[in-house]
Nanobody, 122 residues
């Protein structure tokens, strides 16, 4: 059983930065960040595979950076130049069943965190 605990959300003004963290109960091959705003579908924001390759949704490219520290079993999402449209609940996701490039297109993850709220005001 994999446990994921997110932290680092909060309220910030447009143009500001936040860093989200996701502490995992082990090293997991496929990990990602998703977000869901009220009334909208869940959206994949960033994914990282076990080789460190990453993939981002177009709206966050150049602003967000996903990374992981295997020694600490922790996934991060550095969010810069935040916009009001980035406001959402952010979820960490993980799946140990897949590896490599499959991680970068994965939609259905086995494990999810409880979410952390990010609110960006204009």
């Amino acid at each position: 059983q994999v446990q994921l605990v997110e932290s680092g959300g909060g309220s910030v003004q447009a143009g500001g930065s936040l860093r989200l963290s996701c502490a995992a109960s082990g090293v997991i091959s496929c990990m990602g960040w998703f977000r869901q705003a009220p009334g909208k579908e869940r959206e994949g924001v960033a994914r990282i595979d076990d080789n460190g390759k990453t993939r981002y949704t177009d709206s966050v490219k150049g602003r967000f950076t996903i990374s992981k520290d295997n020694a600490k079993n922790t996934l991060y999402l550095q969010m810069n130049s935040l916009k009001p449209e980035d406001t959402a609940m952010y979820f960490c996701a993980a799946d140990p069943r897949w590896h490599g490039s499959t991680c970068l297109v994965l939609q259905q993850y086995n494990y999810w965190g409880q979410g952390t709220q990010v609110t960006v005001s204009s």
